[in-house]
């Protein structure tokens, strides 16, 4: 940087900073937010900088106006470029560094939270637990509920979500279920919460979470989940989500999601009992399509007959549990409510093939004592639902629950009454209490994520293909760049000439000729001697006009200049006619030329009225420095 500072390049300097700027861009940049407005900034603070340059250097025809005539285009064509190449990029699965090297965060131990479901329930009197104030880009709602915890991983017991949860910032990583790709309209809702007391560390959050303000917060990039990290009762935070919202007939096409990073959400556990897949072929008999089958499922686990909700039934959601909701003779052992019906709709899709995962949150409903968009967070509103990954569409939430009556219970006679059987005491037995949930559901925050070595795999490969294209690259901008300086041969004759001893020197340059600041320039022509006569012979014919040009008392004449030119494209002819083809390639492909000080400076050939002032010229190899109004000059 230093080194390019000290030159004439205006842009040099700026270089790396671009570069760097780039690789950022099409490593880590996301589909939705493109960096065009940072680009811009930074193209127009480039140009500001090359204009002060200009100006500093003060070199003939450098003028501001003219520099800004000349670089806006360019930056402008620039940025547009930019954006363009941004927009083209792909932008699924962009490496995120925070998954590199996860900036540890305190650990919390938290109960299961499908468990908890039925024990916020039967709370008496439910606690309300904040307030949730909504608005869309669009003006409606596409939303009817809030995540709190999203659990992915069953092991035959138990659903658990064993991702880690990494420290987030202001802006959340954009691939928030695992860099699966969506192609669907979707609506961006913001969301203000108000916590008033929850016991759990997880944040209500709606959608794919992109931004998070108001609260210190770890954040889950496959399940787009949110944990609060600062011990407080009461807080709240902004959030800005992003909703796929798919038409009917889109659902109806739709067919489940494949590929490696839905393996996790299709995995069934060894012991699958057979019964259970008797069960999801009877229940989806009849469908046509993939969709048809996930209603069929939603219709038969909703059947108020088969399966009643009460919060009396047993609870669990294991092999047994389920095995003894779905095929049982006994009627009372289909008496269930959303954490059995989510469950056994998520393994029965999966026993069809679907990617299915078990949400956990609470339901919106229809309090909004608090003006429009305003809903009330309660124990009494608390719930789980099942989701299935639909290919393009992504995570699309079933409701295999009733949920009109959540905190439904019925009595135990009732029950017994339904198996066709009477009361057996006159006093009805009170209902078992509920069983205690089961401890650790959350993955410890510290521990490593299941992606990183993924992720830092990706973030090579991506930094390899950009080196690579910059490499590409590089050979014709050298080439494009010296082309560029060979046409500007405008300016007064003085100016011409010396810009062609440069010119000459650069060519020079290319075959070998070491570049010395304090050479003069008889001094250069004995150092292309090993060149051979053939390129002395122009060199030797040029020296005179740059003497001539520096020296006289007169301005060069413009036969002088053109004469300078000829003798450049001499040089050139001479200097590829005794070279091989790898050796004319090497040389046109030589950076060196581009890396000093350009040729002309301020009085280095003057216009009619300088004679008199002092002239210099600094010319890459030789400084020559000469006071006009003297004696014999």
Known sequence: MALAALGGAMLAPLMPLGAAFAVAIALLGGAERRATAAGAVLALASLGFALARAHRRGGVGASPAGSFRLGLPVVLVAVLVGAAVAAALPSGNRADPRTLRPRPVTSVAELDPLAQVRGQLTASPPRRLGTVTLASSTGRLPVDRVTTAVLG???????????????????????????????????????????????????????????????????????????????????????????????????????????????????????????????????????????????????????????????????????????????????????????????????????????????????????????????????????????????????????????????????????????????????????????????????????????????????????????????????????????????????????????????ARDRLSEWGVRLVRSRSASEVVGDAAALGPPVIEPLGLLEPLLSRALYSRQDAAEADAARAWELVDLLRRRLREQGSWPRRLRAALDPRPLLGPRAARSGAASGPGEAGRTRGVRLRGVRLRAAAGRSGA
């Open 153 to 503: 991983d069953f092991d035959g017991a138990s659903w658990r979500n064993h991702d880690a949860y990494l420290s987030a910032g202001t802006t959340l990583p954009r691939d928030a279920d695992g860099g699966l790709a969506t192609n669907g309209p979707t609506v961006t809702v913001r969301a203000h919460v108000t916590i008033d007391r929850l016991d759990t560390p997880l944040l209500p959050v709606v959608g794919r979470p992109i931004r998070l303000s108001g609260v210190p917060a770890a954040f889950d990039p496959r399940t787009g989940t949110l944990v609060h990290t600062a011990a407080a009762s009461s807080y709240q935070y902004q959030l800005a989500a992003t909703v796929p919202t798919p038409g009917a007939g889109r659902l109806a096409d739709a067919v489940p999601g494949s590929g490696p990073d839905l393996a996790r959400y299709q995995t069934i556990p060894p012991g699958l009992p057979p019964a259970l897949v008797q069960v999801a072929a009877r229940a989806t008999a009849g469908a046509r399509t993939a969709y048809a089958e996930l209603t069929a499922l939603q219709r038969f686990l909703r059947d108020p007959a088969a399966f009643p909700y009460d919060l009396a039934g047993r609870p669990g959601h294991s092999y047994g549990s389920l095995t003894r909701l779905l095929t049982s003779d006994d009627p009372r052992e289909g008496h269930s409510y959303a954490e059995q019906h989510a469950a056994a709709f998520a393994l029965l899709a999966r026993i069809k093939g679907f990617p299915s995962r078990i949400a956990v949150g609470y339901l919106l409903g229809p309090d909004t004592a608090g003006g429009r968009g305003v809903f009330t967070l309660s124990q009494a509103r608390a719930h789980a639902w099942p989701e299935v990954y639909l290919a393009g569409i992504g995570w699309t939430p079933f409701e295999p629950t009733d949920t009109s009556r959540l905190s439904h219970s019925e009595p135990p006679d009732t029950a017994s009454t339904a198996a066709g059987g009477m009361a057996s005491a006159p006093t009805p037995t009170p209902p078992s209490p509920p069983s205690p949930p089961k401890l650790s559901a959350i993955p410890r925050l510290d521990q490593s994520h299941s992606g990183a070595g993924q992720q830092a795999r990706q973030l090579a490969v991506a930094v390899l293909v950009a080196l690579a294209a910059l490499l590409a690259l590089l050979p014709l901008a050298i080439v494009s760049e010296k082309a560029r300086r060979r046409r500007r041969r405008a300016g007064p004759p003085g100016q011409r000439v010396a810009a062609a001893w440069q010119e």
